[in-house]
């Protein structure tokens, strides 16, 4: 399993205090020792996070290839050709969400602005992904627009893993959709892993190579990394988090692990 580390939380610390402490470049060789196989960034239109410089000095020096994850903002897609990352993620961007909420919308007119993104891009042999809900008509359109990934949101399954299975309900962080009897929270958690592993068979069938990301942590990774499609999983905030605690080598290096398993 490729494990790519997105170190977008540590810039996030860094722009609590707009310092340069903690410096994300200063990760790329930890996590590189630590067993990971890939950088992911994400350069937002707003750059609450990760700004030019660091993508530049990331890409430029990173032992490990970087997944740049953009919007199809025409502004950003001319830096991201310019910066020529390994990789490309198509995600799509709300100024006014906290994270990447959900999939692209593969809907006129936002298809025409992914295929156009898409073009660009690999025109200047960047590998590209499309971070997409795991639904059948997805797969169908990132097949038609011509990308080499998908990568499958996960935000879904871990939500109501989270709601079943850890004290969330009992916070202010409740998911309200989710608030329901455990047996129902059950049945759902079910049906999303369904769905899922559907979405990844349609995948591969359509020669797309598959990718899956969001909300994974040491607990509910085990079942996403069994799907014997999924190559390559993207987990950024639980392994930042842990690295509070335990230091960003030992966190990487106990994911890399439960991946493998
Ligand atoms: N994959 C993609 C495409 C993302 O946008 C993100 C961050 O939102 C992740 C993976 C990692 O998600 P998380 O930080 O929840 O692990």
């Known amino acids: 399993m490729i494990l790519g580390v997105n170190i977008d939380h540590i810039a996030v610390l860094r722009e609590a205090r707009a310092i340069n402490d903690p410096d994300p470049l200063q ?9 990971a196989d890939q950088i992911t960034i994400h350069l937002r239109e707003d750059r609450r996070h990760i700004h030019d410089d660091d993508a530049k000095k990331i890409i ?9 994850e953009c919007s199809v903002n025409p502004d950003i897609i001319e830096i991201v050709a310019g910066l020529k990352p390994h990789r490309a993620t198509i995600v799509p961007e709300n100024r006014q969400e906290v994270t990447t909420e959900g999939g692209l919308d593969i809907n006129e007119p936002n298809f025409s602005n992914i295929d156009k993104a898409t073009h660009y891009l690999k025109a200047r042999e960047i590998e590209i992904s499309l971070f997409i809900d795991p639904t059948v008509e997805a797969v169908r359109a990132a097949k038609t627009i011509g ?9 879904r399954y871990a939500n109501i893993y989270a709601m079943l299975y850890s004290n969330l309900p009992k916070t202010h962080h409740s998911i309200e959709e989710f608030e329901m009897e455990r047996s129902k929270l059950q049945k759902l958690l079910y049906r999303e892993v369904e769905r899922i592993k559907r979405a990844c068979e349609e995948a591969v069938e359509f020669g797309l190579k598959v990718a899956a990301g969001h909300g994974l942590n040491y607990q509910n990774v085990k079942t996403i990394a069994a799907i014997p499609q999924i190559e390559e999983l993207n987990i950024g905030q639980s392994i930042i988090a842990r690295s509070v605690f335990t230091g960003l080598e030992s966190a990487v290096r106990e994911m890399v692990a439960l991946v493998n398993r």
């Open 147 to 155: 990308a080499t990934w998908v990568e499958f949101h996960t935000g």
């Open 27 to 35: 990760a790329l060789g930890i996590v590189a020792r630590a067993g």
């Open 60 to 68: 430029d020096s990173s032992p490990l290839p970087v997944n740049l």
